[in-house]
């Protein structure tokens, strides 16, 4: 989960068709129903232009049209993980990006125009701000509607992909049952086709073996992949990883310190030998234990793209190592990051911020002192002053926004996916995922 998620991916329409989805995202789906499959690449979200004023109630001051709900999802739960209320305006302003069918776009320019079949909803989005809204209090009505739209849209192998019928990934299904988990519900019990989400994330499980961390000629076992590759075959991803170990363990974006429940007094630095979720997770962090030892972060691996360190994805796998039960694996990653998070941070915006939180928390660190920073402060500065103390005493429009209350043209054909080909790309755009994300919004190799 970059800053996307992934992330909250940014991308761009693609002026050809057929380049690999191996970094992040579902084949695109289209409105009408074809597919167009492009490489996509998570970066910092550029600035507003001068003719594109910030909604009132959103934080960040990029341009929010690929990442408006996920970083103000994310912002919603960091804040709340440290006992913040959010800026004025802010839950208003989430809600109203809702469509009438109960799922969430990237974001949505005018929430007073009428969802239709060309509104970009997606799963990560939608299971974002499920999150969000439970942890705020007070919109069980619109977490509701999020929550059937989702269910609504399960795949047969028990999975979600990015857009509705999309091909099951590891970071959508994962932030799904995050955000299932987070309104009481059982993701085992989420089943379509007789499969649940579990089913769906062992799937996309690489073999762990008898190796592990310390064996170089398994470095890839224990690793889950985004998702299956045109043979059919699995390629180890580090930010599907990192999702996939918390939706394994039926988790979400926020990991309370001292929380992991992980295999019970086992071993990071070999395999569990079952296929249990819990096993699947325990494999999973010990391939990114194994993966962050030399240097302490990971890499970044975009086609045509110099290798280098990802912050985000660094930052998402401390929370699955800590939620995982591997609290030790996260202190070099964590000193790596409060050195070095600045600059990614400030460009990234909320969504960076909201990271950082989850990783210093998760760890039972200080998000207000992360290496002399604030992180706490500096994220509220990207945003509205002020609070709201009772939402629910808040007027909210039942037909989200302007949509029709009968649900008719409201969305839940899967809409257009802008994806990026890199380097063949009609307009640049980027990321808040990765997020999560990215996803969940955006995923490394």
Avoid at 162 to 185: F, R, W
Avoid at 263 to 279: I, L, Y
Avoid at 416 to 442: E, P
Wanted: hydrophobic letters at 40%; one cysteine or more.
């Amino acid at each position: 989960m970059n800053v996307r998620r992934s992330a909250a991916v940014v991308a761009v329409l693609t002026v050809t068709a057929g380049l690999g989805t191996g970094l992040g995202l579902a084949p695109a789906a289209f409105a009408d129903g074809t597919a167009s499959e492009a490489s996509t690449a998570p970066s910092a979200s550029p600035s507003a232009s001068p003719s594109q004023a910030i909604p009132t109630g959103l934080y960040g001051s990029n341009d929010p049209t690929y990442d408006g709900v996920w970083r103000q999802s994310l912002t919603l739960l960091a804040l709340d993980a440290v006992g913040e209320k959010p800026g004025a305006g802010a839950v208003e302003w989430l809600v109203g990006q809702q469509c009438a069918s109960g799922a969430f776009p990237a974001y949505r320019a005018d929430a007073t125009a009428k969802c239709d079949s060309a509104t970009a909803v997606d799963t990560n989005s939608t299971a974002a701000a499920i999150q969000a809204l439970a942890a705020v209090g007070g919109r069980d009505a619109e977490a509701g509607r999020a929550v059937r739209w989702l269910k609504d849209n399960q795949n047969e192998d028990g999975g979600w992909g990015y857009t509705a019928g999309g091909p099951s990934d590891a970071n959508s299904t994962s932030v799904v049952i995050g955000a299932l988990t987070a309104v009481g519900d059982a993701p085992g019990k989420q089943q379509k086709g007789g499969n649940s989400p579990y089913e769906a994330l062992r799937s996309l499980a690489l073999p762990c073996g008898d190796g592990g961390r310390k064996d170089g000629d398994a470095k890839d076992g224990g690793a889950f992949a985004y998702q299956l590759d045109k043979k059919g075959g699995l390629a180890a991803n580090a930010d599907a990883t990192a999702a996939a170990v918390l939706g394994s363990l039926g988790k979400g974006f926020v990991v309370g310190a001292g929380s992991g429940e992980g295999k019970g007094g086992a071993s990071f630095d070999s395999c569990a030998s079952g296929d249990s979720p819990e096993d699947l997770a325990h494999n999973g962090a010990v391939h990114l234990a194994g993966a962050l030892t030399a240097d302490g972060y990971l890499m970044s691996s975009l086609a045509g793209a110099e290798d280098q360190p990802d912050h985000g994805n660094t930052a998402d796998a401390v929370v699955a190592l800590a939620a995982a039960g591997d609290v030790d694996a996260t202190e070099k990653p964590l000193a790596w990051l409060a050195k070095n998070h600045g600059v990614w941070a400030a460009k990234a915006g909320p969504a960076a911020y909201a990271q950082l939180v989850f990783a210093a928390h998760a760890s039972g660190g200080d998000p207000r002192d992360f290496g002399g920073a604030d992180l706490v402060a500096q994220l509220q500065e990207t945003g509205p002053a002020g609070e709201v103390d009772d939402y629910s005493s808040v007027p909210v429009d039942d037909t989200a926004a302007g949509d029709e209350a009968d649900g008719t043209g409201d969305g839940l054909a899967a809409g257009v996916w802008w994806v990026i080909g890199l380097g063949l790309v009609v307009v640049t755009a980027v990321v808040g995922f990765g997020l999560v994300r990215g996803a969940r919004k955006r995923p490394q190799a």
